[in-house]
């Protein structure tokens, strides 16, 4: 028989390995269900696992002479050289976006070839390319 | 010319830190009581090639020498005076430069203010921080020297980048790395406590002070940052849960931590270990955070020029610091048998540190995880801020209970208080009327407030009986109360944060649903290092009928030629209106961010507080002496 100093001792440290494995599962949940996937529009026109309506990353360069402004919107091409999917945004842009530029829009798609984007993100940096990009247009441009 | 005598003081100044190391083992064997005059004489020369380093820098910046690589590269004649001497510190090279100064002055500081008697222990601190020095000073002069030159000298420099330009963003770099490298005295000390086998007292009494005056900084320095993101980047938020943003964040919560525990160690010898624990790894986050930073493996919205050396170099530096630090905590450490009591205020003390270490982790993992997964699926991914969201705000309720009623307990032994008290009833009524006015219906949302108020209530209500006894511990009433109030605010900021995105010709106007939005003309502007395209708003209130002048800008910089989008900000007592405008390729339509920020004011005001209350327990401190 354990007695009682043991057995409240292995009660907290129960209690607390409870606790702990309650908290990782939590944040590990969490942590999925908010993971923005990063794709390129080849990888979007490919792939049959991409959900709809989940929040993602789309990058690649914004293809010569697609930008469109109207009333309410900026519609524009996002290509990697391969495929090409259309993008509507409502908003400011950053400073460095510009035809035949990198870009990398955030929001959800609509179906696979239009993407509702929530917001453009902006590098600071003229000559600085994001690693995603530059990692997805390798393999195209050849 | 002043390129050599940059790298002539700075090898100067890591020559001392060898010499001081030496001269201090040699120390650690003499049972003489006093620390002999050289080892203050080789301090303060070290301080004073160190600051000379810097000095020089400094002039080469100011007087645009542009024969040091690191001058030409982040400077130009035409840049106004401010921003050249800010200049100094906008790089990674000079920025490390300020770092090791910082570092060095800390050292001496801590030498020659220290009280504690226990003279193995101020050497023992003497040479972990020397031991630090060195290394960042190997690192400046070999991986990342300031000082390089140039051949042949160019005739103008190539600028520093316009966002850069930016009285916030000067002193951002300061004031983040005095908290930082403050937290590298507590490290050193308490690595030095344990060898030197040094109280508790006597410990917690000798970081104290340094864990109150890096915190405060650190605070501040989060605040900067901030404010800066919120007019600068455009977005129309002040907190992105960015890489960069959660590297200056993680420090901190263990910094709150340890700022916490370290009186458990002062007024009840306890924690002792777990003391030691929060200040190694302190030191050691930060050291993570300027890794994560400066190597570039994370992809954050702010800039940093990336470069692998740099986060080879720190990676093996916090590798060597991380498991040398562990084997001196498992030789060393004292074994430690105390009971707290529960609903003493050492008991809400140690939940407080859970709390803290809990918000680490889950910071930690969100900012970590993507690296991982790129390292080890090469999938490519960012944690967005709803993580951090729906993790975080729950768990604010009961760490917002627990700071009402933890500091209302006494020490060692003390009886419940009672819950339901009148404070409680005033809060909820309270509530109740705001939430009667603002008819919010999301329910965590209420609990939030619910609870920040009754945090609020209550610290003021604690300062009123306190003030009766004649025994208020300021720092923690205005620091629970900035608090309070920074939740409060920030939840009633997010419930009534409005935004409209569209795009509009000059001439039009644009009829939302409580503005009218009138694009009146287009002017410009030109000053020496830009020139800027003004877009004229007005703003009508459709209920107030009053009207408010937006001047949004882009701007064109020169040197180097970059293009800014300047918000245009207008603050009244409770509320900010926020204007951004765009245009892509010079067509004539431009692209609009409106947003209308209710209690921005307040929510630096109440991060103010917070800080200030560091500030004081500093003071207070003095007092006790």
Redesign the interface.
């Known amino acids: 028989m354990l007695n009682i100093k043991t057995k409240n001792r292995l009660l907290i440290l129960v209690a607390i390995a409870v606790l702990v494995i309650t908290i990782t599962v939590l944040i590990f949940k969490t942590l999925e269900d908010n993971v923005l996937y990063f794709y390129s529009p080849s990888e979007i026109e490919k792939s049959n696992e991409i959900v709809l309506n989940d929040n993602m990353r789309i990058g690649g360069m914004v293809k010569k002479g697609s930008i469109e402004t109207n009333q309410n919107e900026i519609r524009f091409i996002i290509t990697d050289f391969k495929s090409e999917i259309i993008v509507s945004y409502r908003g400011t842009v950053p400073a460095l976006f510009a035809e035949g530029k990198g870009v990398v829009a955030e929001g959800k798609l609509q179906d696979k070839k239009f993407f509702l984007a929530k917001r453009i993100l902006a590098k600071h940096d003229e000559n600085y390319m994001p690693p995603e990009i530059k990692e997805s247009l390798k393999d195209n441009v050849k | 010319m002043l390129s050599n005598f940059g790298v002539i003081f700075s090898s100067i100044a890591l020559i001392t830190s060898f010499i001081l190391i030496y001269f201090s083992f040699l120390e650690l064997k003499i049972s003489d009581s006093k620390i002999p005059k050289k080892i203050y004489n080789f301090s303060l020369a070290q301080l004073i090639f160190s600051l000379l380093s810097f000095l020089i820098l400094l002039i080469g910046y100011v007087f645009s020498d542009f024969s040091m690589i690191n001058v030409y590269e982040n400077s130009h004649t035409t840049k106004p005076l401010f921003y050249k001497i800010s200049g100094t510190w906008g790089n990674h090279e000079g920025s490390l430069l300020l770092w090791t100064n910082i570092l060095v002055i800390f050292s001496f500081l801590f030498l020659i203010l220290t009280k504690n008697k226990n003279k193995n222990f101020k050497i023992l601190t003497l040479i972990f921080q020397n031991f630090l020095i060195a290394t960042f000073f190997i690192f400046l002069l070999t991986n990342s020297n300031p000082f390089s030159p140039i051949f042949p000298i160019p005739n103008e420099g190539m600028g520093l980048?316009p966002?850069l330009q930016d009285p916030a963003l000067a002193v951002h770099p300061p004031l983040l790395y005095v908290g930082f490298v403050g937290s590298s005295i507590y490290f050193s000390a308490a690595l030095a406590a344990l060898i030197s086998k040094v109280e508790a007292k006597s410990l917690a009494t000798t970081i104290k002070p340094w864990v109150s005056v890096s915190w405060f900084f650190q605070t501040l320095g989060i605040l900067v940052g901030s404010i800066w993101a919120y007019y600068e980047?455009?977005?129309g938020g002040y907190w992105f849960w960015d890489p960069v943003e959660n590297s200056s964040l993680m420090p901190w919560f263990l910094m709150t931590a340890l700022l916490h525990s370290v009186l458990v160690l002062e007024r009840r010898i306890g924690l002792y270990s777990w003391v030691i624990i929060l200040s190694i790894l302190t030191f050691t986050m930060t050291v993570i955070g300027t890794f994560l930073v400066r190597s570039g493996i994370l992809?954050s919205?702010?800039?940093f020029?990336n470069d692998p050396s740099r986060g080879l170099f720190i990676l093996t530096f916090l590798t060597l610091m991380v498991f040398s630090s562990v084997f001196i905590f498992f030789k060393y450490a004292p074994s430690e048998k105390k009971t707290y009591r529960i609903f003493s205020k050492e008991f809400f003390i140690l939940i407080n540190n859970w709390f803290m270490v809990?918000f680490l982790?889950?910071v930690l993992?969100?900012t970590l995880?993507p690296v991982f997964l790129d390292t080890l699926v090469g999938?490519?991914?960012?944690?967005?801020p709803?993580?951090y969201n729906?993790?975080l705000a729950p768990f604010l309720i009961p760490l917002l209970f627990l700071m009402t009623s933890g500091p209302r307990h006494k020490w060692v032994v003390s009886e419940l208080k009672k819950i339901f008290n009148v404070i409680l009833f005033l809060s909820i009524f309270l509530f109740l009327i705001i939430f009667f006015i603002i008819q919010e219906n999301n329910f965590l949302i209420g609990l939030i407030l619910l609870f920040s108020i009754y945090l609020v209530v209550q610290t003021i209500f604690d300062f009123y009986e306190n003030f009766k006894n004649k025994s208020v511990n300021f720092s923690r009433i205005i620091s629970h109360l900035g608090f309070g109030l920074l939740i409060f605010f920030i939840s009633i900021n997010h419930i009534f944060s409005t935004e409209n995105?569209?795009?509009?010709r000059t001439g039009e106007e644009k009829d939302t649903k409580d503005y009218i939005i009138k694009f009146e003309k287009l002017t410009t502007m030109s000053t020496t290092n830009y020139k800027s395209i003004v877009g004229n708003f007005k703003i009508i209130n459709k209920k107030k009928l009053n009207t408010k002048n937006l001047k949004p800008e882009i701007r064109f910089y020169n040197q180097?030629q970059?293009?800014?989008?300047e918000a245009s900000i207008r603050s009244n007592f409770f509320s900010d209106t926020y204007l951004?405008?765009?245009n892509?390729?010079d067509?004539d339509?431009f692209?609009?961010?409106f947003e209308k920020k209710p209690f921005m004011n307040f929510i630096w005001f109440s991060v103010l507080l917070i800080s200030f209350g560091g500030l004081l327990n500093f003071f207070s401190r003095k007092k006790q002496i």
Do not use: C, D, Q, R
């Open positions: 980048n966002i980047l455009g977005w992809n919205v702010h800039t020029a809990f982790a889950v993992i969100g995880y999938e490519k991914i960012s944690v967005g709803p993580y729906f993790i995105n569209f795009n509009i180097p970059t293009i800014t989008y951004t405008m765009s892509i390729s067509t339509v692209n609009i961010k």
